[in-house]
């Protein structure tokens, strides 16, 4: 039996922000009797926001007023409603993730997303179904995300200080170096201004 349910994934991310509105078509695939197999057959997005910086109030702490304003702004675009969604996903990665609100700030959000984590981009899947590892690397604006998988099932992860965003320049001006860049940077005696 097939069933369409509408969903939001709300990626808070190390330089970046954005929702993501979708259509999704699940499937029970077990018997009668069986405990659900429930899969997502298709996808249809529906609403994709603008992509923000991610709002900081210092180099520690997430502007979580900010955030909700971003995301309250972007339901309303989007013609949507917390309650409109049977399932949700807010995930805050990478060097947002290692912030000091970073916990109230999800636990903040939660009710306009739920709680539902997909796998993504079937990296598990096709580890099952060809029977061998996969790696699967999420590469951010700060850090990149690596889950490996065995045959469907994840057996580790990791995190590398990596990412597309480390220097942001405004104006054809640096206006932001990552600290841990600047320190590497230091130590090789390379001066970036």
Do not use: W
Request: with cysteine; charged share 25%.
């Amino acid at each position: 039996m097939k069933e369409t349910i509408l969903s939001v994934g709300i990626d808070i991310g190390t330089s970046t922000t954005q929702l993501i509105f979708s259509r999704l078509t699940i499937e029970n695939l077990a018997s009668s009797y069986m405990v659900p197999r429930i899969r997502i057959v298709d996808k249809e997005v529906t609403y994709r926001s603008e992509i923000y910086f991610t709002p900081l109030l210092s180099q520690t702490e997430i502007d979580a007023e900010k955030v909700k304003g971003i995301i309250e702004r972007e339901y309303r675009k989007a013609g949507m409603k917390p309650e409109d969604l049977q399932t949700g996903a807010v995930i805050i990665t990478g060097e947002t993730a290692r912030k000091q609100n970073a916990n109230s700030v999800l636990a903040s959000l939660s009710s306009m997303a739920g709680d539902f984590v997909a796998k993504g981009a079937g990296a598990d899947r096709i580890s099952e179904e060809k029977r061998i590892a996969v790696a699967n690397i999420d590469i951010g604006g700060g850090t990149s995300n690596i889950a490996l998988f065995q045959k469907g099932s994840l057996k580790g992860t990791s995190c590398l200080d990596i990412g597309g965003r480390l220097i942001k320049v405004e104006n054809g001006r640096i206006s932001y170096i990552y600290p841990k860049i600047q320190k590497l940077a230091e130590r090789h005696g390379i001066r970036i201004a």
